[in-house]
């Protein structure tokens, strides 16, 4: 198992023989994550960590979960080419209900310990954010790669971003961590972690990074923004068919770091794949065990059917939503947008202008052709979204 938790699904392992010597110790390890609940929704990408914190789980280590609701306040500035929008009290404390529910789905959430880190940070006075930040270096922030390029490049940088890496770091000190692990782009923080514990007398944590997920796209990080994310909330006929379109090359890596297969089991993917089959048959796997993962076999069966019924044989579904409206005349865009709530009309337009749209089994192309429904249609939105409309 051991050998498990350092190779599949990691990135990096800092000190390995450091670590593999407390994994054979006697004493169970406290494993830290710290999340920053900047949004209710998580997707695949950000599960890739947790899945990692499942191993650790089934060896009887303890999970410390922080949740950011104080560093949130700030936002991780990893990756970002600008300030963050600080977010209110109410926004953090919704996210954070939220986002422990679907970590639920892979973790035994009776066995985590939930810390919130306002607990040590409301408590701070001016004097201790001086003690605490005297630790660090203006020099060592600036190492950070995403800050070194907002200050080349002119563009502003928040005195309180800069000690975010300090306020991580302090987490880790706080709860005794033995272990932290994030995705590559958290190596800085985690490694400010190893250095604050040093300093401060305890024995610095080893850090586990891993890798990040691409979207659907094959090309991207998986994110909500880019439109290339899967939802730990998708519907599991949404989930199986997203899984269905990322691009074959990337299967390999979606059944390591998105599903719990065992290393014996990706080994025989990894030779499937080099010896010819059906990459289609193979993702369909993988998309079984995915819904399998956040649902259930019932909801997986029925997400397997739905895709051949719909996408393979292009056959509408029989139990799609119905939509009634009364008399309706206008663009399909304004259909779209009556339907559709949350797409807004500059979606409905590219949808439309890309194929993406149908009306009763007939591609419609032009955003601005007329549609009048006097009794019954169907009306598809990209390839498994469905609506029957009935004029009342």
């Not at 779209?336 to 797409?343: N, R």
């Amino acid at each position: 198992m051991n050998e498990e938790i350092l190779n599949k699904g990691v990135s990096e392992v800092i000190e390995e023989k450091s670590l593999v010597k407390r994994l054979g110790g006697n004493r169970k390890l406290r494993i830290k994550l710290g999340v920053d609940p900047t949004s209710p929704d998580i997707h695949l990408g950000h599960m890739v960590v947790i899945n990692k914190l499942r191993d650790f789980q089934k060896q009887g280590h303890t999970i410390i979960f922080i949740i950011g609701d104080y560093t949130a306040r700030i936002g991780d500035p990893t990756g970002k080419k600008k300030t963050r929008p600080m977010l209110t009290e109410k926004e953090i404390q919704y996210n954070a209900k939220t986002y422990l529910k679907q970590v639920g789905k892979v973790l035994d959430m009776s066995k985590v310990e939930v810390v919130k880190n306002s607990k040590w940070f409301n408590k701070f006075s001016f004097s201790d954010w001086l003690d605490l930040l005297s630790n660090f270096t203006v020099a060592q922030i600036m190492e950070r790669d995403d800050f070194s390029k907002r200050f080349k490049g002119g563009m502003d940088i928040g005195m309180h971003e800069l000690i975010y890496p300090a306020m991580q770091a302090y987490d880790s000190v706080m709860v005794r961590s033995d272990v932290e692990l994030g995705g590559t782009d958290q190596k800085f923080n985690n490694l400010a972690g190893r250095d604050l514990q040093r300093k401060m007398g305890q024995v610095p944590q080893e850090v586990i990074t891993v890798p990040l997920l691409v979207g659907t796209d094959g090309k991207e990080k998986m994110s909500k923004s880019l439109g290339n994310a899967i939802g730990v909330t998708d519907k599991p006929e949404e989930m199986f068919g997203k899984v269905m379109s990322i691009p074959d090359e990337a299967i390999y890596n979606y059944f390591e770091l998105a599903t719990d297969i065992s290393p014996g089991g990706l080994k025989i993917v990894d030779k499937e794949l080099k010896e010819g089959a059906n990459p289609r048959d193979v993702k369909a796997r993988l998309a079984y065990l995915i819904v399998e993962i956040y649902y259930d076999i019932e909801a997986a069966e029925k997400a397997l059917d739905y895709f051949n019924h719909t996408i393979r044989d292009k056959k509408i579904p029989d139990d799609i939503p119905e939509v009634k409206l009364s008399d309706f005349s206008g663009t399909i865009v304004d259909l779209i947008a009556k339907v559709e709530k949350e797409m807004s009309r500059s979606q409905a337009r590219r949808l439309v202008e890309q194929g993406g749209v149908k009306i009763n089994e007939e591609v419609v192309k032009d955003p601005e052709v007329k549609v009048k429904l006097q009794d019954r249609a169907v009306l598809q939105t990209g390839k498994r979204k469905f609506y029957r409309l009935v004029v009342k």
